[in-house]
């Protein structure tokens, strides 16, 4: 449970960074696979140096692929006003479907039994074992208090849930475009290092479909979570928590792993309903005045 919470709390964070801004980043699974295996095709190449200095080199190219992909959706947003909710997800889906190309194609492991890399000589050391926990969680709950600390205590942070309103964050200077851009480029920075964070320390290479849909649960965490940085914790831990369940409730009894899906989707229509009848009252109290 803990385990699978990891890149669900990062893609969760990815979310809420954009979210903030008033942007929509739809493109967190794409982002996720390259990632992954940007940052694994970095391991297979590199040289024999201190396992430290190596993860350090990985994280830092996933982390970079991810700001690649999602910066592709905000150039054509600021460039040619094209909405970043359609190409993030547009490109998220392409990227998914070539990387699985690579991966039953020239990056296939002769030896697998199914289509995945090679294996990485690089992993988070486990806690806990013989579970699947590793030491990957640390750097979840690292961004997610840095996160809540720099949306609530900086000028960055004040600046982005003004830039939500964009006539009144460019009537008092302040520059949304610029806002825009960093803040995509740090969702889509953080959702491409928790693609190599789950690698290194579950799989130890890339497997086709590894992600299970981490990208668009995510943004489930997220609105959950109220884009809250810390309630993302408790929020993905729960999630998390319905799939391990219905997992070993599905050895336990007849109970199927689908039903976690029906709860998951409740919840998140309970919450997008509660949502909804809230700006419906807002609208009737503007209407008063």
Wanted: glycine letters at 8%.
């Amino acid at each position: 449970m803990l385990s699978n919470s990891i890149p669900l709390i990062m893609t969760a964070i990815a979310a809420v960074v954009s979210f903030s801004s008033g942007l929509f980043n739809l493109g967190l699974e794409g982002q996720v696979y390259f990632g992954a295996f940007f940052g694994t095709l970095t391991a297979l190449f590199l040289p024999d140096i201190p396992s430290f200095f190596a993860k350090m080199i990985v994280l830092l190219a996933a982390f970079f692929a991810g700001m690649m992909l999602s910066g592709v959706s905000v150039f054509l947003k600021i460039k040619l006003n094209i909405d970043e909710l359609i190409s993030s997800f547009l490109l998220s889906q392409a990227t998914v479907h070539i990387i699985d190309y690579f991966l039953n194609g020239p990056m296939r492991d002769p030896s697998a039994g199914l289509a995945a890399s090679k294996y990485i000589d690089l992993s988070f050391s486990k806690i806990l074992p013989p579970s699947q926990l590793h030491s990957g969680i640390f750097i979840s709950a690292f961004f997610c208090f840095a996160l809540y600390m720099l949306m609530n205590y900086s000028w960055f942070g004040l600046e982005t849930r003004i830039a939500k309103n964009r006539r009144f964050a460019e009537y008092i200077g302040v520059d949304v475009k610029g806002v825009w851009v960093l803040t995509m480029l740090i969702s889509g920075g953080i959702a491409g290092l928790s693609g190599m964070v789950d690698v290194l320390g579950v799989h130890s290479r890339v497997v086709k479909g590894f992600s299970a849909g981490y990208g668009f649960n995510g943004i489930a965490v997220a609105l959950i979570a109220r884009n809250n940085p810390i309630l993302v914790i408790p929020a993905a831990i729960f999630f998390s928590y319905l799939e391990a369940g219905s997992q070993v409730a599905s050895f336990m009894s007849d109970i199927t792993p689908e039903m976690s899906r029906i709860i998951q989707g409740a919840i998140f229509y309970l919450v997008t309903a509660e949502a909804i009848l809230d700006f419906i009252a807002k609208r009737k109290v503007k209407k008063i005045w």
